[in-house]
C-alpha cells in the first residue's frame, strides 16, 4: 500500500505551521506562572522516564477531547488564556499535537524543540511521576 503522506510528511507540515520553542528558552520558563508545560506522552513512558516538573499530563489520544469545551473529557485548564508548551519524547507527535489544537482554536500554543529526550539532554529538571 502506497501512503499519500508518511508521517515525516505530516511533522513536517506541522512544524511549518507551528511555533517550535528553543530548548533553552523552554527551560527558562519552568517557573513562568503563564506557561503550561503538556505532556503528551502515555502514562508508561512517564513513569519509566519522568516528566518536567508540575506539567500537565494530556495523552495524545485525549488532546482534542480535552480541548473542546463542548466535549464530555473537557479539562478546564486549556480554557486558562495561559500559554501553553507542548512536548512528547522526540518533538514528533507534539509537533502534530500543537497543529491540531492550534487548527482547533486553541490560541498561544507551541511546542518544544527536540521534546523530553532534548529536555533531559540539556539539562532540564525531572520529576518523577
Same mark, same amino acid.
Request: charged letters at 25%; aromatic letters at 10%.
Given at each position: 500500500?502506497?501512503?499519500?503522506?508518511?508521517?515525516?510528511?505530516?511533522?513536517?507540515?506541522?512544524?511549518?505551521?507551528?511555533?517550535?520553542?528553543?530548548?533553552?528558552?523552554?527551560?527558562?520558563?519552568?517557573?513562568?506562572?503563564?506557561?503550561?508545560?503538556?505532556?503528551?506522552?502515555?502514562?508508561?513512558?512517564?513513569?519509566?522516564?519522568?516528566?518536567?516538573?508540575?506539567?500537565?499530563?494530556?495523552?495524545?489520544?485525549?488532546?482534542? &477531547?480535552?480541548?473542546?469545551?463542548?466535549?464530555?473529557?473537557?479539562?478546564?485548564? &486549556?480554557?486558562?488564556?495561559?500559554?501553553?508548551?507542548?512536548?512528547?519524547?522526540?518533538?514528533?507527535?507534539?509537533?502534530?499535537?500543537?497543529?491540531?489544537?492550534?487548527?482547533?482554536?486553541?490560541?498561544?500554543?507551541?511546542?518544544?524543540?527536540?521534546?523530553?529526550?532534548?529536555?533531559?539532554?540539556?539539562?532540564?529538571?525531572?520529576?518523577?511521576?
Amino acid at each position: 500500500m502506497a501512503l499519500k503522506k508518511g508521517c515525516k510528511d505530516l511533522v513536517a507540515e506541522a512544524n511549518a505551521l507551528v511555533t517550535t520553542i528553543p530548548i533553552q528558552e523552554a527551560i527558562e520558563k519552568i517557573d513562568d506562572s503563564n506557561i503550561v508545560f503538556v505532556d503528551i506522552r502515555d502514562i508508561r513512558e512517564l513513569e519509566r522516564d519522568g516528566m518536567i516538573p508540575g506539567a500537565f499530563h494530556a495523552p495524545r489520544g485525549m488532546i482534542e &477531547f480535552w480541548i473542546d469545551p463542548d466535549s464530555p473529557y473537557y479539562k478546564e485548564i &486549556f480554557g486558562s488564556g495561559k500559554t501553553f508548551y507542548f512536548y512528547c519524547a522526540s518533538a514528533w507527535r507534539s509537533a502534530l499535537a500543537t497543529r491540531v489544537v492550534q487548527e482547533m482554536g486553541l490560541e498561544n500554543v507551541a511546542h518544544i524543540e527536540g521534546g523530553f529526550g532534548n529536555w533531559k539532554k540539556s539539562g532540564g529538571p525531572v520529576s518523577q511521576k
